[in-house]
């Protein structure tokens, strides 16, 4: 079947890193992406993974896939009070025609 | 346009009531896709299109939710009957799908709230 989890809430201080976590159940996930919903605001692609790849770093992010485990994770570095969000983890599975499935979303709050 | 645009953006009806919402995606995308927003739901798949077509409908809550697709364009969310369970913030998306990596474009959604 097809499900994606992820926790709901993520409490961190400002200036520490932030680790969200997924797991995933379609093997034949081709891409798994993490999306951004600022409050108010539509979701955007904050950055994806190719199933090939272990590891992306995009600047404060970092991104670590542990396809064994089915298992994705978001680290966000040095967090600021701008990262405040709800973050969803996704994955498109190309052999059904490329649905996307996300995950209920992490929502990561921020202490002074 | 630009971006994708649905509306309306606010719709408040009451219990009983038929609505339709409405998605014009970036222009060229051939998918389409449509998500419901609840609070402490997170992001639910309902339908997606390619092209006209839709080969997954499985997340269609109900047999009072249709959607369809015309000219690989507009698509029409309707909801019939509506019920209090169904208020919610429907949410479209549009990508080019089958090539790169299917990024989805999201719009700002329609909230829906039923009385």
């Known amino acids: 079947g097809e499900d994606v989890e992820q926790s709901l809430f993520l409490s961190v201080r400002e200036g520490d890193s932030s680790v969200i976590n997924c797991t995933y159940t379609?093997?034949?996930?081709?891409?798994l992406y993490w999306y951004k919903q600022e409050p108010g605001a539509g979701l955007q692609l904050l950055t994806y993974i190719f199933s090939n790849m272990d590891m992306k770093q995009d600047q404060r992010l970092t991104v670590l896939l542990n396809k064994k485990d089915k298992h994705l994770s978001l680290r966000i570095a040095d967090t600021q009070t701008g990262d405040s969000a709800i973050y969803f983890c996704a994955e498109s599975i190309r052999n059904r025609d490329d649905k996307i499935i996300f995950g209920k979303g992490t929502r990561l709050h921020i202490l002074p | 346009g630009a971006g994708v645009s649905q509306s309306p953006s606010n719709k408040v009806t009451e219990k009983g009531k038929d609505v339709e919402l409405r998605c014009d995606p970036i222009s060229g995308h051939t998918a389409l896709y449509w998500y419901r927003q609840s609070l402490g739901q997170g992001l639910e798949f309902l339908i997606y299109?390619?092209?006209?077509?839709?080969?997954?409908k499985s997340g269609l809550p109900s047999d009072r939710f249709s959607a369809e697709r015309t000219g690989g364009s507009v698509s029409t969310l309707t909801i019939q009957r509506t019920q209090q369970e169904d208020s919610a913030v429907y949410l479209c998306?549009?990508?080019?799908?089958?090539?790169?990596?299917?990024?989805?474009?999201f719009g700002e959604g329609s909230r829906l709230t039923v009385l």
């Open positions: 998306a549009s990508s080019l799908a089958g090539t790169g990596t299917g990024e989805l474009f």
């Open positions: 299109f390619q092209g006209n077509s839709a080969p997954d």
């Open positions: 379609d093997s034949s996930s081709t891409y």
